[in-house]
């Protein structure tokens, strides 16, 4: 499953969260790893303003929560079909 979190660009440092003066990145985390493999990091969207990537990486969050929540629901009924 993955974690979809924002963060400032690269050389960038906000002042304080939500600092519109610049630009920022919305980073996907894999965090079905197990503890011997590395986490993967991945940048999903950049350059956007602090409201577009906070949206995004909220979006994002909320269809990976729907996704294990089917999950969840249908793997009782895998087992017993079997």
Not at 29 to 43: H, P
Request: hydrophobic fraction near 30%; charge should be positive.
């Amino acid at each position: 499953m993955y974690i979809y979190t924002v963060q400032a660009m690269t050389g960038y440092k906000a002042k304080f969260e939500g600092d519109t003066s610049i630009k920022y990145k919305v980073r996907r985390k894999y965090t079905s790893a197990s503890a011997t493999e590395k986490s993967r990091n991945d940048d999903i969207r950049t350059d956007l303003e602090y409201a577009e990537a906070m949206e995004l990486a909220k979006k994002f969050n909320d269809k990976e929560q729907e996704a294990r929540i089917i999950k969840h629901e249908e793997a009782p009924r895998l087992t017993l079909k079997a």
